[in-house]
């Protein structure tokens, strides 16, 4: 009886730890990170710990900070010169709000992750700490506090500069991080939104599906970049045999071929036609 459970055991083991081998998967990315929030494991992981640049991945972390301050998400606040100023000669992707604009917390957050605002990152980040340099040293000890030794940030829009950089396996952590607050969940996972000003947008997710034909009925939510420097680089998220997963990946090329998002779709559809929870006991059952 002992040699038969302890066969069982060996079993279980072999069963739960065995990784998806890289050479089973192909994608456009030149970095992935596929982890289990169920139970921490690593299904996927290429190049992991090698350093990358987030591009706007960033704003997951500015709204998951963000959202440690706001108390309300429905107040009023006012949009002024220091959250545009400087935005169009940096090329950087805006929300579209304007100098004295009213909208809300709500407006922002969907504002920053969406349409990918660095117009609302701005807002927030002199909203709830007072300054951008005040929320990216925020930023910086989040990442200690999460235990990431392998992550700096310089900025809360993902601009490139050299000194802001993260791995996939550090965002994949930041990104769990940021899923425990309810409110982030339900704007990470949107696929559209429109303002108490009337802007609306969609989400990268929604833009692969309107651009490209994509099927993205099985992503739960995600995060794009984009800078020459990063390529394309994606967070999301996907449920599976009531897992939920994360795959953070990095360097995609091809700026409008929505190769990340195709990415996400690919692993989704291996690990559901691939990956499922097989109960062999029960706690207390006799074997």
């Not at 992750?113 to 930023?139: H, N």
Request: charged share 20%; with cysteine; glycine share 4%.
């Amino acid at each position: 009886m002992k040699k038969i459970a302890s066969l069982l055991c060996l079993f279980i083991l072999f069963v739960t730890i065995q990784p998806v081998q890289a050479k089973e998967i192909q994608l456009f990315s030149k970095y992935y990170y596929l982890y289990d929030r169920s139970n921490e494991m690593v299904y996927l992981d290429e190049k992991s710990d090698e350093k990358i640049y987030p591009a706007s991945m960033t704003k997951i972390l500015t709204v998951s900070l963000a959202l440690d301050k706001i108390t309300d998400i429905h107040q009023k606040v006012t949009i002024t010169s220091q959250d545009i100023d400087g935005l169009l000669a940096l090329q950087a992707t805006t929300a579209g709000f304007y100098v004295g604009e009213q909208v809300t917390y709500e407006d922002l957050l969907y504002g920053a992750l969406l349409p990918s605002g660095a117009d609302a990152c701005l807002a927030l980040s002199r909203l709830t700490y007072g300054s951008t340099k005040q929320m990216v040293e925020a930023m910086n000890q989040k990442v200690k506090s999460l235990g990431l030794t392998h992550s700096q940030f310089q900025n809360v829009t993902g601009l490139h500069d050299e000194n802001h950089y993260t791995t996939v396996k550090d965002m994949a952590r930041i990104l769990n991080h940021a899923l425990s607050n309810k409110e982030f969940v339900k704007v990470f996972n949107a696929r559209e939104y429109t303002s108490s000003s009337n802007h609306h947008w969609i989400s990268s997710l929604q833009r692969g599906k309107e651009y490209k034909g994509i099927d993205i009925s099985h992503i739960d939510g995600g995060k794009s970049g984009f800078t020459d420097e990063a390529q394309l680089t994606f967070a999301s998220t996907m449920t599976i045999d009531h897992h939920q997963l994360i795959l953070v990946t990095a360097y995609a090329e091809g700026q409008h071929s929505q190769n990340h998002v195709k990415d996400a779709v690919h692993v989704c559809d291996y690990m559901t036609k691939n990956f499922h929870e097989i109960v062999l006991y029960k706690k207390d059952e006799a074997i």
